[in-house]
């Protein structure tokens, strides 16, 4: 009954830009930290971004800082990542996941993952 789901990936040339939803249900979101993942194909699962529960803190990993942005609406039970400036190496599976009694989003201590969406970046 507890879900998170994501949206908004798709195809989209190098350059473009594209807008990822998780979206929460069975819970409420404000208790959790979000972090953002990813997976290429024949790579580990990576951290790209974290915020905190209620927003005040950011980070990112360098591979995506000043391109991506994660934010979040508690009311809405809804995280997102806006991801701009698109490269082909940022082609992947994109995941969110949630943590709770942490201001940080270690890969290994994510309490709940979301099924992923597929983000494909080529002309």
């Known amino acids: 009954q507890l879900q998170l789901v994501e949206s908004g990936g798709g195809l989209v040339q190098p350059g473009g830009s594209l807008r990822l939803s998780c979206a929460a249900s069975g819970f409420t979101l404000s208790t959790y930290a979000i972090g953002w993942f990813r997976q290429a194909p024949g790579k580990e699962r990576e951290g790209i971004s974290c915020?905190?529960?209620?927003?005040?803190?950011?980070n990112y990993a360098d591979s995506v800082k000043g391109r991506f942005t994660i934010s979040r609406d508690n009311a809405k039970n809804t995280a997102y990542l806006q991801m701009n400036s698109l490269k082909p190496e940022d082609t992947a599976v994109y995941y969110c996941?949630?943590?709770?009694?942490?201001?940080?989003?270690?890969?290994?201590?994510?309490?709940?993952w979301g099924k992923g969406t597929l983000v494909t970046v080529s002309s």
């Open positions: 996941a949630v943590v709770k009694y942490s201001l940080i989003c270690p890969r290994d201590i994510m309490d709940y």
């Open positions: 915020i905190s529960r209620l927003g005040g803190t950011t």
